[in-house]
């Protein structure tokens, strides 16, 4: 495992900025170039800048799934106990490894993902671990009208609303597709965390940045995943759920398996975690 939790935090490399740059130069709406920087560079938890990237068998799947639940031990904790064949919706599956999680469990699964090459990947995962019901489909999370309203029991969507332009559409959407009384799990990246404020303050100061005019905000894409994202608080990610629909029962800070900050004392590790770590969990339901 410490092969793959080494480089959690190492999010930007050369490979990654140069598809930035040259996405950035092209003359496309934000959640075309956020589609693109996706479909280049797929999450698969492979180095950025290696030249083959995807999973292609059950091993190089089970790597992926090792990754993805080895190093965010929150979703150890918080795992929903569904009942058999309940109908769950995930808003960007990567590389499958939630929607067939969902799928070995007997859940019914409906995945969708801005790009194809996340499609591709997730069948191609529950090809190869003998999963039948795990479907998936190329959507935008904006605009879910190929998926029926009040069709599914539980909505999971971890570290993707964020990536699009109007995340709050995509809450909006994603609660419409819920049953009402339907319960769900969204995470997205914590605005009043650790990483947001120090690593912009590096960025902004010792990098130069604040010259050229950028902000605490705009710096956040020179180490951070994806071609754009928005970080939330604790309030406005509260307010944007119920906005959206949603009846919020809890809003919970966490970060990944990674040590935040080293040679501290593991109750103080996990204690800092909890308030300024980098993600930020909404659990929700839809009212009844």
């Given at each position: 495992m410490?092969?793959e ?22 003359p ?6 956020n ?5 280049t560079?797929p999450?698969?938890?492979e ?6 990237r ?12 090792r990754?993805?639940f ?5 979703l150890?904790?918080?795992w ?11 808003v960007?599956?990567g590389?499958?490894s939630?929607?067939?999680?969902f799928g070995?469990?007997?859940m ?6 801005i ?10 995962h ?21 998926l ?5 029991d ?6 993707v609303?964020?990536h699009?332009?109007?995340?709050e ?7 419409r ?11 997205v990246?914590?605005?009043?965390s ?5 690593k912009?303050l590096?960025?902004l100061?010792?990098k130069?940045?604040f ?8 710096v956040?894409?020179?180490?951070t995943?994806?071609?754009y ?7 406005s990610l509260t307010k944007?759920?119920e ?9 919970k800070?966490t970060?990944m398996?990674?040590r935040?900050?080293?040679f ?19 659990h929700?339901r839809?009212d009844?």
């Amino acid at each position: 495992m410490s092969n793959e939790t080494d480089n959690i935090e190492s999010w930007t490399s050369t490979a990654t900025n140069q598809v930035r740059d040259e996405i950035a130069a092209q003359p496309l709406e934000v959640n075309e170039k956020n589609r693109l920087w996706w479909e280049t560079l797929p999450m698969t938890y492979e180095d950025w800048g290696k030249e083959e990237r995807d999973p292609v068998n059950l091993e190089d799947f089970e790597r992926v799934d090792r990754h993805y639940f080895g190093t965010n031990p929150y979703l150890q904790q918080v795992w929903p106990e569904l009942c058999q064949g309940a109908k769950v919706l995930e808003v960007g599956c990567g590389a499958g490894s939630a929607a067939c999680r969902f799928g070995s469990q007997g859940m019914i699964v409906q995945a969708v993902d801005i790009t194809a090459k996340a499609v591709e990947l997730t069948k191609r995962h529950a090809e190869v671990s003998g999963i039948s019901s795990v479907q998936a489909l190329q959507c935008d999370a904006e605009d879910l009208s190929p998926l029926t309203d009040g069709s599914f029991d539980y909505l999971y969507s971890w570290g993707v609303m964020h990536h699009s332009a109007h995340p709050e559409r995509c809450f909006a959407q994603a609660c419409r597709k819920l049953k009402p009384g339907g319960r769900g799990l969204i995470m997205v990246y914590h605005r009043n965390s650790a990483r947001f404020w120090l690593k912009g303050l590096y960025w902004l100061i010792l990098k130069g940045r604040f010259l050229k005019g950028e902000t605490f905000e705009s710096v956040q894409r020179h180490f951070t995943d994806g071609f754009y994202q928005k970080h939330y608080s604790r309030e406005s990610l509260t307010k944007a759920m119920e906005d959206s629909g949603y009846v919020v029962e809890a809003v919970k800070v966490t970060h990944m398996s990674s040590r935040m900050i080293p040679f501290i004392p593991e109750g103080l590790r996990q204690w800092l975690k909890e308030r300024i770590g980098w993600l930020i969990v909404a659990h929700v339901r839809r009212d009844a």
